[in-house]
């Protein structure tokens, strides 16, 4: 699969299927899409492609009001993203860069400079409530119009239901805020992970007795903050127990940066630079603020306690590996 930041050189631009939207977590309902991209392409003889966006576009727009709670929290960041895609096998992706400039072109701007001259469309899908242009004034209509003076066949995919629910973003969102990681599995398709290189944190939890492996977050809400049983992928040929910190540390730092720090029991090894897969079992608490690093500790150390009997009563590890509390 082929990335390209913004639309491919002219070398790169071989007639395709297309997909739009933002992908966010890419849920059953992405899948079921992405499947009938990947039909139509091999029908056709097309490369399949998708076009994504970054920033999320609602996240440029909540950014330019200056309230930032108006964006949508992430389900998923890049990486995690892609590799979804690559899973789902598309050809290649366009992570369009959501600026001022982009926001700004007209529907018909979009339609001749993205896609016809720029992508060189033969195909789109897209959902049926898509919008496109600034002000979200292109719609539907006008890209069936534009693909008979252009050549391209336009399609679009009915809501993907769950038990009777549209399975959307927004209802992933929904679940994940809620701790429901049950639920975000049957939507998702799969459990709720994140994944990244392990990086060199302020090493302040190994002076208090947690040694913790940090991934950075790029973006500033995320769908999931708190406290949480995870077990981690890319250690060793099995999943690994541990207890993991999802936030902004409020208790250790004031910078406002997000962080996943997670603390796998047990472990030993040098983890530094390799690429993990954190995968959410069961929300324990919300992030707190605490007066010194004694209640921290203590606050962890029930954290600690709680995770390990979840681990003994499911079985997901021996009794032996339950006991090493500071």
């Known amino acids: 699969m082929k990335v390209f930041r913004g639309l491919p050189n002219e070398a790169s631009r071989a007639p395709c299927a297309l997909a739009i939207g933002n992908f966010d977590g890419v849920h059953l309902g992405h899948q079921t899409l992405l499947a009938h991209l990947r039909a139509a392409a091999n029908r056709l003889n097309l490369e399949s492609a998708v076009m994504t966006f970054e920033p999320h576009p609602r996240a440029f727009f909540a950014k330019l009001a200056g309230d930032l709670s ?3 929290t992430r389900i998923a960041n890049l990486r995690d993203n892609l590799s979804s895609l690559k899973r789902a096998d598309v050809d290649r992706v366009i992570v369009e860069h959501f600026n001022a400039h982009f926001a700004s072109l007209s529907p018909h701007d979009f339609i001749k400079q993205i896609l016809v001259d720029g992508l060189h469309v033969k195909w789109l899908m897209v959902g049926d409530d898509f919008c496109f ?3 979200r004034a292109g719609n539907i209509t ?8 252009y050549g391209f066949e336009v399609v679009t995919l009915p809501a993907v239901q769950n038990k009777g629910v549209r399975i959307s973003s927004s209802a992933v969102r929904t679940a994940l805020a809620a701790g429901d990681f049950n639920e975000a599995k049957d939507l998702l398709g799969h459990p709720y992970r994140i994944s990244g290189h392990v990086i060199h944190g302020q090493k302040l939890g190994r002076t208090i007795g947690f040694p913790t492996l940090n ?3 790029a973006h500033h809400r995320p769908a999931v903050v708190g406290i949480f049983i995870v077990q981690v992928h890319g250690l060793s040929e099995q999943p690994l127990p541990a207890v993991a910190s999802l936030g902004v540390r409020p208790t250790v730092d004031d910078s406002g940066r997000v962080l996943l720090e997670t603390y796998v029991f047990n472990y030993q090894g040098n983890a530094y630079g390799k690429v993990v897969q954190i995968e959410f079992l069961k929300k324990l608490r919300d992030e707190e603020k605490y007066s010194d690093l004694e209640t921290l500790t203590a606050a962890i150390n ?3 306690d709680q995770a390990r009997a979840y681990f003994a009563a499911t079985s997901r590890i021996p009794a032996s590996n339950a006991t090493d509390r500071i």
Do not use: V, Y
Not at 142 to 149: D, F, H, T, V
């Open 70 to 72: 108006l964006a949508p």
């Open 133 to 135: 242009g600034a002000k």
């Open 142 to 149: 006008m890209l069936e119009e534009a693909g008979k003076q």
């Open 215 to 217: 991934l950075r977050i």
């Open 302 to 304: 029930n954290d600690a």
